[in-house]
């Protein structure tokens, strides 16, 4: 038991990961509106929150069962904020070309 790693967030992880690949199809293929565009951005910084969230009550949750911490909740959580940049550059590069 002792060393073993806790992945119990990972579906979490996995359904907040395909919404915010869906919200950045959104805003790089589909964007008509800029009012659904903000919203989607708007969504996708909220996904990023509970994503830091999750990760923070992980850590704590690790630490007092002194369990191992699951490094693939780490990598997607810094892969939501790359995501969430990448979203915010497209709506930004689109808005000037309107």
Known sequence: MLGD???????????????????FV?????????RATS???????????IA??????????VDETN???DPLTFDLTIFFGVLLIASFIFRNRKKRKA
């Open 5 to 23: 790693t806790f992945a119990l967030f990972r579906p979490v992880y996995y359904l907040i990961t395909l919404l915010l690949v869906c919200n």
């Open 26 to 34: 959104y805003v790089v293929f589909l964007n008509n509106k800029i």
């Open 39 to 49: 919203y989607i951005l708007f969504n996708s910084l909220f996904f990023v929150i």
């Open 52 to 61: 830091a969230v999750l990760l923070f009550q992980e850590g704590i949750i």
């Open 67 to 69: 369990l191992a911490g």
